[in-house]
């Protein structure tokens, strides 16, 4: 079986090193806007230092690999889409097949692979933006100390929380890959069927990332995780 490294080797620069400054952006961003919220009522029962522990487990149990997916559903999942569905309007798809490629091999294992191992790496830089948001905002607004602020993630950040957002962003990225691949194999051979392939992608890998995010809040739920 054929298997185009330097085509791995763009897809996985394009899922990895040029989306990282929107990631940890975009992160860093929903940490801080947590910290603000959970802030704003816990001063008002003298809790604030708890705005760590609503911070730390929602950013590394939910919202960095959720975050992280939807911002590469839009991105990457919409490349892929567009670049495959761009490929089967030219013809070029047919092309490869005549010339006895393996589609699955050559043009979507590779997007496949890399999009599925690098989510993670992205979802841990995730993390770290919004923690570091919540720092900010905890000590900026709240005058907390940053060593206490520190401490208290520590101590509530157990690695079951780590594990979940991990299998979540394994997941997460196999169904964004799958997604785009599809709809861009799927394309009408037209302008406008490339620009509808890509909406599909879009549109569908999110609403499959929140739905598939639920199951996972009720099976950790039931398990107690």
């Known amino acids: 079986m054929l298997f185009p490294w330097p085509d791995f080797l763009r897809v996985t620069l394009q899922c990895s090193a040029q989306a990282l400054l929107i990631v940890i952006t975009v992160n860093g961003l929903v940490g801080a806007i947590l ?14 230092i708890y705005v760590a522990d609503l911070v730390g487990i929602a950013v590394v149990r939910e919202m960095a690999a959720v975050m992280t997916a939807i911002v590469m559903a839009g991105r990457t999942g919409a490349s892929f889409a567009a670049e495959l569905a761009t490929m089967q309007s030219n013809e070029e798809v047919d092309a490869l097949k005549v010339m006895g490629m393996q589609i699955g091999s050559w043009l979507v294992l590779p997007r496949l692979l890399a999009l599925t191992l690098v989510q ?89 990332v929140i739905v598939l995010d639920a199951v996972f809040a009720l099976c950790a739920n039931a398990l107690g995780v």
Request: hydrophobic letters at 50%; a positive charge; proline letters at 2%.
């Open 120 to 208: 993670p790496l992205l979802y841990v830089f995730g993390c770290a933006a919004g923690l570091a948001g919540g720092l900010a905002v905890a000590t900026g607004m709240m005058n907390l100390s940053r060593t206490a602020y520190l401490d208290r993630s520590a101590l509530v950040l157990i690695p079951s929380h780590f594990v979940l957002g991990s299998i979540k962003s394994v997941c997460f990225g196999l169904l964004i890959g799958l997604t785009g691949c599809w709809q861009g194999l799927q394309a009408a051979r037209t302008a406008a069927g490339v620009g509808e392939a890509t909406t599909r992608a879009v549109v569908t890998s999110i609403v499959w």
């Open 35 to 48: 910290a603000f919220v959970g802030a704003v009522q816990l001063n008002k029962f003298g809790a604030g």
